[in-house]
């Protein structure tokens, strides 16, 4: 069994034809449309770039402020009074 690798009469062809006799789609759209959606704006990247920096801030402060909170909450956990007074009295 073997493969035949070679190209299809059409394809041998497609350099002899012109480009615009290829018969490609071309949908019918109105040149102002077209025009209004290739209009060039900053406007998106920079609100995604707001968006980014301002994540990157909110995480930088989580990220800072986490072992404090931690700290607070387990000494908070262990000095607090009614943890204290909970303990069995001591034996001396």
Do not use: C
């Not at 299809?8 to 002899?16: D, F």
């Amino acid at each position: 069994m073997t493969k035949t690798y070679s190209l299809s009469e059409a394809a041998q062809q497609g350099g002899t034809r012109p480009p615009g006799s290829r018969g490609w789609f071309r949908p019918k759209v109105d040149p102002n449309e077209i025009r209004a959606l290739m209009k060039k704006s900053d406007a998106i990247a920079t609100r995604d770039t707001v968006i980014w920096l301002g994540a990157m801030i909110v995480s930088a402060a989580i990220a800072a402020a986490l072992p404090f909170f931690a700290t607070f909450f387990f000494l908070h956990q262990v000095y607090h009074p009614r943890t204290i007074l909970a303990l069995p009295p001591s034996s001396n």
